[in-house]
């Protein structure tokens, strides 16, 4: 399958269109931002682990009977998807107290949370995502309320395959984002699932293997992120 021409370039990857008006190429890039994009960077290979750990990812939650736009990897960082219509909305899936969780509410910064909380953001950069609620969501007419419903029920069935898949990894998940789409009438998952949108902290240390790294100037995020695919696709080093 062949780029034709470019659809959308985000902070961190390309969308291509290509001759099946169905599919689209996903090329992630080396580049990350920060802070509404206020800190940037490149980072050699960050693409590469982020496309083959979103990859590896994406085949779990298939075998696990969740729809997903991931169709197969073209090369080391461009990815084959379905083409879906995008839902505006980031769910954002948290089942330890970290980043804004700490800064906006009365948590304390690695409390673990008696169950996993879901917040869903509108996905607007010019407005910094504001916080959702049903009845706003369905205002603005991002989704149905079945829709969010569904959308739910599944963010919560991946965080269950998520946590356990990571933990025998030695991987601890604090919280990560998901986005969904529309496939025909059906919901399927899309975007990625990486170092980039997940917290992940080593399970023996507690340091960050994620894009805090980078946020908070923790060390060497090519090295962390390395270490996360060590993990995750341990085939890619054989
Ligand atoms: N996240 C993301 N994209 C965003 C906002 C958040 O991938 O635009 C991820 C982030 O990496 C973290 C989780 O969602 O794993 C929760 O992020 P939080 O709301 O704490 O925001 P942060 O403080 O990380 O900016």
Redo the contacts with the bound molecule.
Sequence with gaps: MKKTDELYSGKAKTIYRTEDPNLLIMDFRDSLT??DGEKRSEVPKKGYYNARISKKIFELLEENGIKTHYREMLSDHEMLVDAVQIILV?V?V?NIA????T?KYPFEEGQVLNEPVI?M?Y?DDSRH?PMLNEDIAVALGLATRAELAEIRRTALKINEILKAYLDERGLIL????LEFGRRNSEIVLGDEISC????LWDKKTGDSL???VF?FDKGDLAAAYREVARRVVPEIFD
């Design positions: 920060a802070f980031e954002i948290r970290a980043g804004s969780m800064r917040v953001d996905k995502d604090p919280d990560f984002k980039d949108t997940c917290r994620d894009k805090d946020r």
